[in-house]
């Protein structure tokens, strides 16, 4: 929280946001590269086939086409998904003798212009014998179902979990089951994806900019597909319009642009379409968990165990390893004494699946939360009290819930979050309310959902980070990280970190990211770590700048290094606040042989790969408040209350956008989002007309607020808060709709809880 006299913890204004509001900002489609290409790919329109042949001599002749591909024209190796994955489910850049989803890329066209390269397109003929289309993993999984990887051996794309738990649900007196449906959603970024790649740039390589949350893994992506030393790529962002998860990585389209500038010796751009991106760009969610929750008469859980299928579309990515995150999530914020979480992920003839908000720890939440009000509501108690019996006191940390989950938290005080969350909504009141108008027989029906929730940041090998701050001549600091921005300000908290530490002006610190000459390596952004093991990277940074400058400060004014502190725009010595040198006088006689003494180097500059001690677990309660016409089905949300806990806060403005954000898409999938597909798998959703986004017009004014509760695991005592609200937000809002029905009999409704649906249970 803030410290009087710092710039931490204060709502300072971001850095970035006068050149978007401006509209001076560049992103990559407003760069002006001369002898730009064009590119549109060519898609296939079946889920399923063989390619019996592509005719693309009309295209080849078109005006102002630079150069048509197939896959027999580049000679590409497949793409692997993930690197715990088999290699059995690859992609092929371009599609070789199979496609497997509607949106496949089969050929590429490129042309002087955008417009000439897409009428270009329209001119290639394929001709496909289609093949039993599986649009479902119930499809996918059926007996005699065909192959869609023949060399998998199976539609099986992944499986783990803790095997059978003995005795899981033997101490129970009561057992709760249901199937919980967490419906695949399209990420929807505000900017679709896209890549300049220009070659030559360097001599004999490529320079790249492309719209992603990590250039570093991009570039190396490409280099060794490629088989370019990574040296001659240079990868940069300009601006990026939105990620949440699905502009991680690299995509087969980066890589046949980048093959195609070679290829041609001109820069080539791609710049996705929001149809393309409807179909092209990764899901997210996609996953449906049978559920039986074990609990004594009292509330007390004794057991859980769940089975889950998880959707990984035509090719195997990260998303048929992100059920491992919903089985480390699966016992959430509670004492579960047995838990069996055994899962799957299968390939299906659709859009592959992989991260987004939160990647595979929304699902576990939603899905403990939504059984446990389940619970609660048979057990006749109060959905506060079911949580607060079973909540994970402060003092177990860390605290290690089920040595078969493969999670270790490390603090929390969920009790503070709660406690919060019910005064800030007034709940006691709230559940007045409701019981009045129940009484009175309203048409419109008043629902209090409560979502208790605990999230993993930096997960697994995201806990390291390169930072390197530097005095620069002027006085100034350059600051280089290995994260990515994408919109969350990281330039501003980053700043902050730097000015408070080392004592200059906030507008002095300048922050180079995504470029790979300029940040020698990085990891991206992803998995809420930017702030906490980037911003620890930076903050280590700082300190060892300042002990460099204490040392040289006090050889020069002849003090004790002990007595060298922060002053205005420089060191001083404590309580002679006229022996003082300025920050550039420092930079200056650093690099004066004369004047710099022994252990001083003559850059005041340090640079590290900070390493966290763990990954952090941030934590929340949600309360939301609903009202449902009874005649209708319609649920609009009148409010939502969140209370998130991400340990040290840098910014808090930046902390609540990131809330307003995650309660968003959170409340989106609960009432309106889900990508849809018919039966044979063709694509029902692909455009903003089908897809239900909402806009701010739909949600309410939220309420956020927040507790604090650091994390040792790194010097900055922060955690991630990208994602947390999301957690909270879905099973919240959820709750909330079966809260406002549950006096009617009614259990559960999947989501997305759209007015059909509520009005047909409303029949039932």
Known sequence: ?????SILGNPVLRKEDPG????TTQYYDDLDVAGLLHTAFVRSTVAHANIASID??????????????????????????F??????????????EKVRFVGDIVAMVVADTKARAMDAAETVIVDYDELPPLATVVAALADGAPLIHEAQGSNVAN??????????????DVVVRERIVNQRVAPVPMEPGGIVAVPGEPAGGLSIWVSSQGPHGVRDEIAMLLGIDPALIRARNAAVGGGFGAKQGMYVEHLLVAKAALTLGRPVKWAETRSENMVGMWHGRGMVHDVELGLKRDGTITGLRVFTNAEAGAYATIGSFLPFFTQMMAANVYVVPKVEFNWQAVVTNTTPVAAYRGAGRPEAIHMMERVLDIAADELGIDPVEIRRKNFIQPDAFPYMPNTGLGATYDTGDYDKALDAVLEYSGYDALRAEQKARRDRGDRVLMGVGLASYLEISAPMVLTKEFGSVEIEDDGTVTARVGTSAHGQGHETAFSQIIADTLGVSFDNVRVLHSDTDEVPRGGGTGGSRSGQIGGSALLVASQEVLAQAKRLAAHLLEANPDDIVLGDGGLEVAGVPASKLAWAELAAAAKDPAKRPEGVAERLQHELDFEAGGSSFPFGSHVAVVEIDSETGRVELVRHIAVDDCGTIINPMIVGGQQHGGIAQGVAQVLWEEVQYDADANPITSSLIDYAMPSAAELPSYETYNT?????????GAKGIG????LGSTPAVHNAIIDALSHLGIRHIDMPCTAERVWRALQG
Request: zero cysteines; proline letters at 13%.
């Open 708 to 716: 604090v509760t650091p994390t040792p695991l790194n010097p900055l």
């Open 56 to 81: 693309t001599s009309d295209a080849k002749i078109m005006p102002g086409v630079a150069g048509v591909y197939t896959a027999a024209d580049f000679d590409l190796p497949s793409v692997h998904g």
């Open 723 to 726: 994602e947390s609200a999301t």
């Open 20 to 23: 978007i509001l401006e509209g």
């Open 83 to 96: 690197v715990m994955l088999p290699v059995t489910m690859n992609r092929p850049p371009l599609a070789q």
């Open 1 to 5: 929280m803030p410290s009087s006299g």
């Open 159 to 172: 499986a783990m979990g803790t095997g059978p738990i003995e005795g899981v649900l033997d101490d129970a």
